[in-house]
């Protein structure tokens, strides 16, 4: 966390207060307090803060052709979401981004030494599953406090967890880029989840926008006509 101690708005849900390393959640009549790890005192200083956004509009990038497309926003209105090793990809230099999200296990990433040092090397926040002193700007991801405030622990992917993410931070319109999710073994459960999480946006009354190039809710046909 940023050491904020003042009431974190999360619309259209219910309040949440950070103060240091623990998320207070209220639950109706009650209160679920969900810790998180906290940051070690070398921590860098980020861009943006980690527990509040910054702007009304994201985008979340992938990593499929039209991923291009969110760099054209004008970045006073949006911010800009990476993921995982996206940093590689020409045209996606981090400095283009405003969070990075890299959620998977600290032992299936430790092979890739030149990946941790692009993460540790970031100004941003870098959600992790934790704070790791080997990369400084790393923070929990509020796996918890998500789960809680949706009462929902369907999540099959990394996009869907940031989808809930930005419907929790309150963003008015959240657009997708570079995310395809064609029908192979892998994106047959990843898919839906990410479609349901963009129907839960849409009924909210949330902007929600992908490509028509994108594989994300399309089909083949209607049924019955």
């Known amino acids: 966390m940023e050491g904020r101690t003042a009431p974190l708005t999360i619309s259209n849900g219910p309040p949440a207060l950070s103060f240091g390393s623990a998320v207070f959640v209220s639950l109706g009549g009650g209160r679920a307090i969900v810790t998180q790890q906290a940051e070690s005192p070398e921590t860098v200083k980020r ?7 910054t702007k ?3 985008a979340i990038v992938g ?8 760099f054209a926003l004008p970045r006073d209105e949006w911010e800009i979401w990476g993921i995982n ?6 045209g996606c230099e981090p400095d283009k981004f405003d969070r ?8 299936d990433l430790d ?11 970031m100004d941003i926040p870098v959600y992790m599953q934790a704070h790791y002193p080997d990369i400084a700007p790393s923070v929990p991801f509020p796996r918890e406090a998500i789960i809680a405030h949706f009462g929902v622990d369907y999540f099959t992917s990394s996009i869907a967890w940031e989808f809930a993410y930005a419907i929790m931070l309150g963003f008015r319109a959240i657009h997708v880029y570079g995310v395809d999710m ?3 073994e892998e994106y047959a459960t990843q898919r839906p989840c990410c479609e349901y999480w963009m129907g839960v946006a849409r009924g909210m009354g949330i ?19």
């Open 207 to 225: 902007e929600v926008y992908v490509p028509k190039t994108s594989d994300l809710c399309k089909t083949v046909g209607q049924y019955g006509f």
């Open 63 to 70: 990593f499929t052709d039209h991923r291009v497309q969110a």
């Open 85 to 90: 090793e996206l940093h590689r990809v020409p």
């Open 182 to 184: 064609a029908q192979d």
């Open 47 to 53: 861009r943006v803060p980690s527990d509040r956004r």
């Open 111 to 121: 092979a890739d030494g030149p990946h941790i040092a692009a993460l540790g090397k």
């Open 100 to 107: 990075w999200f890299e959620v998977h296990q600290r032992k």
């Open 56 to 58: 009304d509009k994201c």
